[in-house]
């Protein structure tokens, strides 16, 4: 079983997480690509080194990877939690947690937090 693996990629237009000026909050938009998965979870910390508070980060992440996989934020491990339909085709059914050790796909994030 191979670790966690993800990578992340600021949006073209963005060098840096933009802050708002009262509020102290910063926001950032990019692209993540989950090469490996593995569901102890690893920090990702392209993600959160932008935020000075990174345990309140919420992460909004598009519907459904380039692989068709769903994904969500895990806040308390700093990393998404991928899973799948039981039946391949279909988009009803139970959900169940991806398998280690596989391709989860690119998609896009809105991440916002300290």
Known sequence: ????????????????AERHPVSNVRHIRGTVNLTNYNSTLAEISDITKHFR?????????????????????????????AWRTRLSHSVDGPLIEAANDTNIGTFTIHAIGE
């Open 1 to 16: 079983m191979a670790a966690y693996a993800a990578t992340f990629e600021l949006a073209a237009w963005e060098k840096h």
């Open 53 to 81: 508070k990174p345990t309140t980060v919420i992460v909004k992440a598009s519907a459904v990877t380039s692989n068709g996989y769903m994904v969500n934020w895990v806040a308390a491990s700093k990393a998404f939690k």
